[in-house]
């Protein structure tokens, strides 16, 4: 299992334990401070402190790895979730109001989720806003804001964005035209021939695209 090569800088907290699931999961956090990565990591260093993340993304999107993706991190309040998760915290740009995140920030993020997913195997991130996806929220298993609006708004974005990354966005249609007449009744001719032969889809259309049943 590797590490993301996107880290700039490893402080590995001694805040963790060995993964016993499959990584499917990814839950972003927000650190409630406006914070490099490095700092956040070091946040992580006592042992008094029982709180750690894998990742650190800071206000100008530098990126720190904090526990390896082997191991599970103690970042959501909730086992289960973290031992399938990788658990990202990202710096405010603000504190307070709706903890907004710096442009910088958000796009490592997208960089981050992506390689994520890519290294591990995950060809889609759901966000379904409840524990049937597979992007998960703080708040859902503590008393806490975590991530906060502007990054839980963020949500169906980021799992859009990345989905589209890696070739797992909604497919377009393509169509193929078998014929073009002069009559109605020809091109009505052969698109019952072709019912019959199973495309039950193909239809007539009007030189100017309209439809025809």
Known sequence: MSNSKLADIVMLSPNSS???????????????????????????????????AN??????????????????????????????AIT??????ERGGDWPVSDAALNKLLDLCEDICRRN???????TGDLSGNMTLHKWFASTACPGPYLESKMPWI??????????AEAPVYRVQVGAFLTKANAERLRDALRVAGYADAFVTAAGGERLE
């Not at 195997?121 to 966000?127: M, T, V």
């Open 121 to 127: 195997g995950i060809e889609k991130l759901s966000y």
């Open 88 to 93: 990202i915290e990202v710096s405010n740009s």
């Open 55 to 84: 990742y650190c993304i800071g206000n100008e999107g530098d990126v720190a790895l904090s526990v390896d993706e082997s191991r599970r991190a103690w970042t959501s309040s909730n086992a289960a979730n973290d031992n399938r």
């Open 18 to 52: 060995p993964r016993t699931a499959k990584i499917d999961t990814i839950t972003i956090h927000h650190m409630a401070t406006v914070s490099s990565a490095e700092a956040c990591a070091a946040s992580f260093l006592p042992t008094s402190r029982k709180a750690s």
């Open 159 to 168: 799992a859009e964005e990345v989905n589209r990354r890696l070739g797992a």
